[in-house]
């Protein structure tokens, strides 16, 4: 399984941006998939996630009401719309896919099988 995330960009403050991932290979043998993003200096950090019937997502606090995760099973897409973006949403941002039965955890690193290579979001103020 291979992950490949697109769509970052610079964008000034109150911006909005997409992201998405496409799946490649075993695609059957994936079902969460989430964003995580890395800002310099710091660690990976959960930002949503998504079941696999996309009817079931998760958000980080600091994302809620301004990001929304989605996913088209069909296409083997994952996209994050972010929208009123602030300075602190800089980041490296990551997609990434766990296989199926992993368990019920999905906001740590640890919980994820396959990982996309990042794409770079920059907000200005």
């Known amino acids: 399984v291979q992950l490949q995330a697109s769509g970052g960009g610079l964008v000034q403050a109150g911006g909005s941006l997409r992201l998405s991932c496409v799946v490649s290979?075993?695609?059957?043998?994936?079902?969460?998939m989430a964003w995580f993003r890395q800002a310099p200096g710091k660690e990976r950090e959960f930002v949503t996630a998504?079941?696999?019937?996309?009817?079931?997502?998760y958000y980080t606090d600091s994302v809620k009401g301004r990001f929304t995760i989605s996913r088209d099973n069909a296409k083997n897409m994952v996209y994050l719309q972010m929208s009123s973006l602030k300075p602190e949403d800089t980041a490296v941002y990551y997609c990434?896919?766990?296989?199926?039965?992993?368990?019920?955890?999905?906001?740590?690193?640890?919980?994820?099988?396959?990982w996309g290579q990042g794409t770079q979001v920059t907000v200005s103020s």
């Open positions: 990434a896919a766990q296989r199926p039965y992993s368990g019920s955890g999905f906001d740590q690193p640890l919980d994820y099988d396959y």
């Open positions: 290979g075993r695609t059957f043998s994936i079902s969460s």
């Open positions: 998504i079941n696999w019937t996309g009817d079931r997502t």
